[in-house]
């Protein structure tokens, strides 16, 4: 079964600092993966998203992320961060079920502080 | 153009009782999928419907029970509540049930509360 593991509950960072938020998942298949920021009391949004092709992808909000095979891993960077990008952040991989729909499976997730 | 909207956006509901969440997708999308989720937790699946038809289900119990309507918007029904059905219920939705490359849209969740 398929899996995302985000091993990272909690980071904080200071505003204009880097961030890095890891990502690893099991999967037998070629994986679709994704990352979706909510913040506080609300829905999720997508920030980007791989299929194939180039391994690095650029998403929404400045945010990019690398997807390398070898080591299982899709982990999100942002060169800067900014307080506003204080949220949690969830990985997921989207398998096809066996009945032609779509299904996500999520991490639970890494909350974001930013210190001004 | 509108986003995926739920209804209510706030409940509380005692243990015992039974609810329906509603949710509407974006215009021209015609696949609903259901999650809950419980607080620290990521979201996790419960349903999908595409044509009305029910395409996925998760592992939950028979009290959890959902339906799509003509129109594609969707019901979320859950019976006999306990206090673990505490969540927040996301519905998203996307264009169509056999492109895993269709972006999957989330509106902004109904919170339930059972005490």
């Known amino acids: 079964a398929q899996s995302v593991t985000q091993p990272d509950i909690h980071i904080t960072v200071s505003e204009g600092a880097s961030l890095e938020l890891r990502c690893n998942y099991s999967?037998?298949?070629?994986?679709?993966l994704f990352w979706y920021v909510q913040s506080p009391g609300q829905g999720l949004q997508l920030l980007l998203k791989y299929f194939s092709g180039d391994t690095l992808v650029q998403g929404i909000k400045g945010f990019e992320a690398e997807f390398k095979r070898s080591q299982s891993s899709f982990n999100l960077r942002k060169p800067s961060v900014h307080w506003s990008d204080a949220a949690e952040y969830f990985c997921?991989?989207?398998?096809?079920?066996?009945?032609?729909?779509?299904?996500?499976?999520f991490g639970t997730g890494t909350q974001l502080k930013v210190e001004l | 153009d509108a986003g995926v909207t739920q209804s209510p956006t706030h409940l509380i509901k005692t243990r015992g009782q039974q609810v329906t969440l509603r949710c509407s997708p974006i215009?021209?999308?015609?696949?609903v999928s259901w999650y809950q989720q419980v607080l620290g937790q990521g979201p996790q699946f419960i349903f999908q419907y595409y044509e009305k038809e029910e395409r996925g289900r998760g592992n939950f119990p028979d009290r959890f029970s959902a339906r799509q309507f003509p129109n594609y918007s969707s019901e979320l029904n859950v019976n006999a509540l306990l206090l673990g059905d505490s969540a927040l219920y996301l519905c998203?939705?996307?264009?169509?049930?056999?492109?895993?490359?269709?972006?999957?849209?989330f509106g902004e969740g109904s919170w339930l509360t059972v005490v």
């Open positions: 999967y037998g298949a070629t994986p679709y």
């Open positions: 998203a939705s996307s264009l169509g049930s056999r492109d895993p490359q269709n972006t999957i849209y």
């Open positions: 215009s021209g999308h015609k696949s």
């Open positions: 997921a991989v989207g398998p096809i079920l066996t009945g032609g729909g779509n299904k996500l499976t």
